[in-house]
């Protein structure tokens, strides 16, 4: 990875580790003060970064609502580029710069879908894939190059899972809601974790409250350590 890159990762979850129902649904596991926290890390960081899947599911906006603050560049991980065009990213590309980053060997994508995209103000960029997704260091080189310095992961799950299985994360922004929802999509998957010292740890930053959610703020573990 790219050393001057920070990758920040934050996504809210139940006490269960869920971050949405089985059918999908995930607004608003957290309360109001919380989204409002997601916020200003949309504010503090270059760019912000999700899946194709995040897009299809909650429609986002990704731009920082807090008062007179910038919002981040957009990023989509998109292999096929499935992005709708009527998808808000996609609505209000002019006016906020927007990536969709797709595979460069996919056979579905051809330069009239490239070309379609890029007329509605988006930048579309190829990138290489390992079979499992986009690959992430490429992703990182590609946003380091255009002088982006961080870039918040807001999610899904498949994004978190596969930054964390790489070891890109320096910081997470855990939030806790004191919600059960049993069944339902779990923030992080497959990490390839057989014994524990392969596992990602972290160190505590700090620990509050965000209303009625709690905030836990961690840091990267050094090696060693
Ligand atoms: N509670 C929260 O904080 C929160 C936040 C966000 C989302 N969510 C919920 O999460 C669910 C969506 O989960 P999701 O896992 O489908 O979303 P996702 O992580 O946003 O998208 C995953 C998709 O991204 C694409 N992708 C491209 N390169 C990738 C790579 N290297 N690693 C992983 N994915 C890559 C893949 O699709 P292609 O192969 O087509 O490229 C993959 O299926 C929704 O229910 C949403 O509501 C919850």
Redesign the pocket.
Known sequence: MPSSMSVVIS???SLDGR??TAS?A?RW?SCPESLEYAHTLRRDNDAIL?????VL??DPLLTCRLPNARSPQRIV????L?IPRESQIVRTASEVPTTVLFNRDCPSVDTTSVESLRSLGLEVAPISHNG???V?CAVLEQLSARGLRSVFV???????T?FLREDLVDEVHLVVAPVMIGTG?AAVGELGVTRLEQAPRFETVSVSRLGEDLLWLLRKRNVGR
């Open positions: 996504y809210a979850q971050v949405a999908g995930s596991i999700v899946g194709i899947g995040t599911s909650d991980l998109d292999s096929a499935r499992k997704g986009l992430l807001e999610g899904g799950p498949g994004v978190i596969a999509i």
